[in-house]
């Protein structure tokens, strides 16, 4: 008998295994973005947390520096870009991206049934 945590966890895997999504076009930055349609419960709650703490436009950013990658699925921001990423870049392009990246996912959950 299957455990359900092999269960639980093969779903992920199967979830993860999809690629990754977009390419959202930024032409403010002159790149395409990309990002997987799922993330670790390690990376959501560095989100959730902020959004509690009523930091939504850190949240903004952190949701960005996890998820935004290239083509080839390379991560496009590191940690230490959050404080410039705060300070020195368009918030309306963070915005956009990071609705795209939320739309998508929302969309996708709804055809899984989710």
């Known amino acids: 008998m299957t455990k359900l945590i092999d269960r639980a ?3 992920f895997e199967e979830i993860l295994s999809q690629g990754l999504k977009g390419p959202i076009k930024v032409p ?3 790149c395409d973005v990309y990002y997987k349609p799922s993330s670790t419960m390690a990376e959501e709650a560095k989100i959730i947390e902020l959004t509690q703490q009523g930091k ?3 949240a903004l950013v952190q949701t960005l520096v996890a998820k935004a990658r ?14 410039r990423l705060m300070r020195a870049v368009d ?3 963070i915005l956009t991206v ?3 990246m939320n739309a998508d996912a929302e969309a996708t959950e709804d055809a899984l049934g989710n």
Do not use: I, M, N, Y
């Not at 290239?70 to 404080?83: H, I, N, R």
């Open 9 to 11: 966890t093969a779903h």
């Open 28 to 30: 403010e930055w002159d």
């Open 56 to 58: 939504s436009t850190e």
């Open 70 to 83: 290239d083509k080839e699925g390379t991560l496009l921001f590191e940690a230490s870009d959050k404080v």
């Open 91 to 93: 918030p309306a392009v």
């Open 98 to 100: 990071v609705t795209s």
